[in-house]
């Protein structure tokens, strides 16, 4: 079996709720993968790096949805990320990647992958963070941001009178990696409102220091649909959290497991 096939249901920083260490590919599992050329590489802190890959064929995937990634630096391990865009007319793909502690998938993407290399993309699964009904509250955390602004760009796909608030939250303003892209969301959308929140940025202005989820609460509103997506630790306080603070269960999203494509609206 090619070290390119069958991708294990391993998770990402972004999709944290198992392990954080690379997984070796397990027999069974279903879907071939799609060569991926990187076309650009750029590590705008410390860390984190933005890659943009075009598949040789077109991946069908949708905002909030999870891809296994594969490097050829490590034959047979995996890792999922979540596209950073909706799909795109030239069938490019945006991964957010940080490099995680027993990461050796996430630290060669960071670190030595480069313009020209080959990635391996396996099949799309869904991982709970489709758009409902209603008016979004996004609480991004790290690399958390990926799919979450991949909603943003569905929604400015298709407008239809919702508004969205995205809370980005790092721990100063130079850990804001996506800074240009939210700037310019921003600026193309009346709709939207990006919140930045630094934890631990004595120069931030009053109203963006705090964690995210202090600043998520200050911006809830009762008819929002919640999403959540980052780190462990803050899915954990999310869950625990929200619902004592009055954020209705049904309107909490957090990343699940990815599991097989399903249809949604």
Request: hydrophobic share 40%.
């Amino acid at each position: 079996m090619s070290a390119a096939h069958h991708p294990p249901p391993e998770r990402s920083a972004a999709l944290p709720q198992v392990t954080r260490a690379d997984t070796a590919e397990p027999a069974g599992w279903a879907g071939d993968s799609v060569p991926a050329r990187v076309i650009d590489h750029d590590r705008p802190c410390p860390g984190t790096a933005i890659l943009t890959v075009r598949p040789w064929s077109r991946l069908p995937h949708r905002p909030g949805q999870a891809v296994p990634v594969h490097t050829p630096h490590h034959p047979g391990r995996w890792r999922w990320y979540s596209p950073a865009n909706a799909p795109r007319p030239d069938g490019t793909i945006e991964l957010h990647v940080r490099a995680v502690p027993a990461g050796a998938v996430s630290a060669s993407l960071v670190n030595e992958v480069r313009p020209g290399d080959l990635l391996h993309l396996g099949p799309p699964r869904d991982t709970g963070l489709h758009l409902r009904d209603g008016d979004l509250l996004l609480v991004a955390g790290g690399t958390g941001l990926a799919p979450l602004r991949a909603l943003v760009e569905q929604v400015a796909a298709a407008p239809d009178g919702r508004r969205v608030t995205l809370i980005a939250a790092t721990r100063t303003f130079t850990d804001l990696y996506d800074a240009i892209t939210l700037d310019t969301l921003q600026q193309a959308h009346d709709w939207l409102t990006i919140v930045p929140a630094f934890s631990h940025d004595p120069h931030a202005a009053p109203a963006e220091q705090g964690d995210a989820l202090t600043l998520a609460l200050r911006h809830h509103r009762p008819h929002h649909q919640v999403y959540v997506c980052g780190p462990p630790a803050l899915l954990d306080d999310a869950r625990r959290q929200l619902p004592l603070a009055g954020v209705p269960v049904d309107r909490l999203h957090l990343p699940e497991p990815p599991r097989r494509t399903k249809t949604h609206r």
